[in-house]
Nanobody, 120 residues
Framework: QVVESGGGSVQAGGSLELSCVASGLPFSNCGMHWYRQPPGKERELVATISNDGTTKYATSVKGRFTISQDNAKSTLYLQMNSLQTDDTAVYFC????????????????WGLGTQVTVSS
């Protein structure tokens, strides 16, 4: 299962850290992601960390958000700084899994999401 935590309400300019624990999933890690879905809008990719530690960010969050992982704890993090009202969304953690040594065709596991609300 994939379980997010750490959402909440914060004023613009504030910070939050989201956590995600992935447990009991089959196969091996092929990367993890944070997605978000703002109210009334489509889901969008926020940040990715590959199984080699490479990170990528959406342009809208680059320089403000940091994705990281603690492999020993099977935990993914998203540190969000300088939050803006446009960051208000449900944030989802996603784990890509595949047989060892082959990440060409992954199975994707989603959490249920955690709400982040940024007020002005």
């Amino acid at each position: 299962q994939v379980v997010e935590s750490g959402g909440g309400s914060v004023q613009a300019g504030g910070s939050l850290e989201l956590s995600c624990v992935a447990s009991g999933l089959p196969f091996s890690n092929c990367g993890m992601h944070w997605y978000r879905q703002p109210p009334g809008k489509e889901r969008e990719l926020v940040a990715t960390i590959s199984n080699d530690g490479t990170t990528k960010y959406a342009t809208s969050v680059k320089g403000r958000f940091t994705i990281s992982q603690d492999n020993a704890k099977s935990t993914l993090y998203l540190q969000m700084n300088s939050l803006q009202t446009d960051d208000t969304a449900v944030y989802f953690c996603v784990s890509d899994r595949a047989p060892p040594g082959d990440c060409r065709a992954v199975s994707r596991y989603w959490g249920l999401g955690t709400q982040v609300t940024v007020s002005s």
